[in-house]
């Protein structure tokens, strides 16, 4: 059974940064492509970043080039998303997802295999 646990939300004033952390298990994180999800209250779920199996490719939402970077540990079976320069917009839930089929799977959220929990960031003005 895969599970995806995330850690590292917290409330962070505008400018801040915030590292957030997703821990899988059940499976090795080297076969699934991992990446981030956030809700805002009163939005739709909107993707933010992913990462390959390998690690060696990535792909960001347009509004957060430039201050987040996706990573991952395979040995360590943890992603993480360092947010730089955070934006009282950048307020949300954010999600962990996992899919065995790759990256272009994070463009249709149904296609997602595993979902964590959910963490809140909020960014103060």
């Known amino acids: 059974q895969v599970q995806l646990v995330e850690s590292g939300g917290g409330l962070v004033q505008a400018g801040g940064s915030l590292r957030l952390s997703c821990a899988l298990s059940?499976?090795?994180?080297?076969?699934?492509?991992v990446g981030w999800f956030r809700q805002a209250p009163g939005k739709e779920r909107e993707f933010v970043a992913a990462?390959?199996?390998?690690?060696?490719?990535?792909t960001y939402v347009e509004s957060v080039k430039g201050r987040f970077t996706i990573s991952k540990n395979n040995a360590k079976n943890t992603a993480f998303l360092q947010m730089n320069g955070l934006k009282p917009e950048d307020t949300a839930v954010y999600y962990c997802?996992?899919?065995?089929?790759?990256?272009?799977?994070?463009?249709?959220?149904?296609?997602?295999?595993?979902w964590g929990q959910g963490t809140q960031v909020t960014v103060s003005s």
């Open positions: 997802a996992a899919t065995w089929r790759g990256l272009p799977d994070f463009q249709t959220p149904s296609r997602i295999d595993y």
């Open positions: 059940g499976r090795t994180l080297s076969i699934f492509a």
């Open positions: 990462i390959s199996g390998s690690g060696a490719e990535s």
